[in-house]
């Protein structure tokens, strides 16, 4: 079964917004804290973002101010906003459960995002 399904990556230049987004299955989203990861070439996969599912939120030091995670019941989606991107922002972005609680599920393909300066 598959678990998540993000959407939303592209090419942006510095200073540019994109907005991810991540389908999950139903019973996934209603039991578990969420996350956001990014891996980028050569690089291991890191935490960017993650929100409880009473709405508790949390960033890396790099996002800060510039990203908001946010999850919609309606929808059983989890939401990346992304803001005054920068070149280091560049990666491939996956959702998945709160690693900082629990092991992952299985992951899905992801999304690019790049960011030209």
């Known amino acids: 079964q598959v678990q998540f399904v993000e959407s939303g990556g592209g090419l942006v230049q510095a200073g540019g917004s994109l907005r991810l987004s991540c389908a999950v299955s139903r019973r996934t989203f209603s039991f578990n804290a969420m996350g956001w990861y990014r891996q980028a070439p050569g690089k291991q996969r890191e935490l960017v973002a993650t929100?409880?599912?009473?709405?508790?939120?949390n960033y890396a030091d790099s996002v800060k101010g510039r990203f908001t995670i946010s999850r919609d019941g309606a929808k059983n989606t989890v939401n990346l906003q992304m803001n005054s991107l920068k070149p280091e922002d560049t990666a491939v972005y996956y959702c998945?459960?709160?690693?900082?609680?629990?092991?992952?599920?299985?992951w899905g393909q992801g999304t690019q995002v790049t960011v030209s300066s």
């Open positions: 929100i409880s599912v009473a709405g508790r939120l």
């Open positions: 998945n459960v709160d690693l900082t609680r629990q092991g992952p599920l299985d």
